[in-house]
């Protein structure tokens, strides 16, 4: 079965840093791009980071350009999302999964999540 | 940057109702456009790809059509389980922006 299995969520303050990993199972890390999508409380989906399968160009939302950094290490099966400068804006629910970045079609893009790791930036 | 914008934002219909949501783009995206489905405490689900190529095990009461500026997702007879929040979300800039979502519920 694949499955996705994101940990590192926590409370931080304004300013700190956190890493978020994402380790997968079911399948190999680089036979898919991966990205990084969060969920603020009452609020909408916003894709914030993604990283192409053969580990080459990463991807990221205005919003957290030059703060976060998402990586993978394959010999751990693993994407990180390295966040840095954290805002209390960034308080969401983060997913990691395999949303198409392109274009995709044909039914049998490939559809894996994890449950997701909460992070919240406060005083 | 692309902006995503759908309508309505809110949705109340009741099972059997056939439902449309709209997705417009502040520029073209060709058809790279996709659809997914969110319930509260749950991942997201893709639903539909590249406008309208249906996702296998998804079932065929949903539908996409479009291209360009404008697409719709259309739900042709409403069941239960169907109750959500629905994404637009374009994959053909770099920014991969979601629309702000509609939320349907039941009537």
């Known amino acids: 079965d694949v499955q996705l299995v994101e940990s590192g969520g926590g409370l931080v303050q304004p300013w700190g840093s956190l890493r978020l990993s994402c380790e997968v199972s079911?399948?190999?890390?680089?036979?898919?791009?991966i990205s990084w999508v969060r969920q603020a409380p009452g609020k909408g989906l916003e894709w914030v980071a993604g990283?192409?399968?053969?580990?080459?160009?990463?991807y990221y939302a205005d919003s957290v350009k030059g703060r976060f950094i998402i990586s993978r290490d394959n010999s751990k099966d693993t994407v990180y999302l390295q966040m840095n400068s954290l805002r209390p804006e960034d308080t969401a629910l983060y997913f990691c999964?395999?949303?198409?970045?392109?274009?995709?079609?044909?039914?049998?893009?490939?559809?894996?999540w994890g449950q997701g790791t909460p992070v919240t930036v406060s005083s | 940057d692309i902006q995503m914008t759908q309508s309505p934002s809110s949705l109340s219909a009741s099972v059997g109702d056939r439902v449309t949501i709209t997705c417009r783009a502040s520029?073209?995206?060709?058809?790279?456009l996709n659809w997914y489905q969110k319930k509260p405490g749950k991942a997201p689900k893709l639903l539909i790809s590249?406008?309208?190529s249906l996702q296998s095990e998804v079932p065929t009461r949903f539908s996409g059509s479009g291209s360009g500026t404008d697409f719709t997702l259309t739900i042709s007879s409403l069941q239960p389980e169907d109750f959500a929040t629905y994404y637009c979300?374009?994959?053909?800039?770099?920014?991969?922006?979601f629309g702000q979502g509609t939320n349907l519920e039941i009537k």
């Open positions: 979300q374009e994959s053909y800039s770099a920014q991969y922006t």
């Open positions: 590249g406008a309208s």
């Open positions: 999964g395999t949303p198409p970045l392109g274009y995709c079609s044909g039914g049998s893009c490939p559809d894996y």
């Open positions: 079911g399948f190999s890390l680089t036979s898919y791009t």
């Open positions: 520029e073209t995206i060709r058809k790279y």
């Open positions: 990283i192409v399968a053969s580990g080459g160009p990463t």
